[in-house]
């Protein structure tokens, strides 16, 4: 079993910056790949970026390409999405999820087996 607590969410201003954090716990983040998902208000959960550890691969989703990027530190047993030029549309709840390592990277949310409570990102104009 795998717990992840998300934090680092808030309330900010159209282009301003946002590190959310994603800490493991139960086992080592190192055979995992990790994801990160939004979900709005309405709307299906989307996939934001993900990570395949072993072959040092990372991928984002479309609508945040250039803006968001994934990364980890498995000494700490943490992901980590840093989020610039952030816009009012990137409001919403960000999970982050776990998958024993898979070859690629997934983007279905029904790829993971583990995800955290969530944190909310709201961006004002």
């Known amino acids: 079993q795998v717990q992840l607590v998300e934090s680092g969410g808030g309330s900010v201003q159209a282009g301003a910056s946002l590190k959310l954090s994603c800490v493991a716990s139960?086992?080592?983040?190192?055979?995992?790949?990790m994801g990160w998902f939004r979900q709005a208000p309405g709307k299906e959960r989307e996939f934001v970026a993900g990570?395949?550890?072993?072959?040092?691969?990372?991928q984002v989703g479309d609508s945040v390409k250039g803006r968001f990027s994934i990364s980890r530190d498995n000494t700490k047993n943490t992901a980590y999405l840093q989020m610039d030029s952030l816009k009012p549309e990137d409001t919403a709840v960000y999970y982050c999820?776990?998958?024993?390592?898979?070859?690629?990277?997934?983007?279905?949310?029904?790829?993971?087996?583990?995800w955290g409570q969530g944190t909310q990102v709201t961006v004002s104009t």
């Open positions: 139960g086992r080592t983040l190192s055979t995992y790949n």
């Open positions: 999820a776990a998958v024993l390592l898979r070859f690629s990277v997934p983007t279905v949310p029904a790829d993971y087996n583990y």
């Open positions: 990570d395949q550890p072993i072959r040092r691969i990372t």
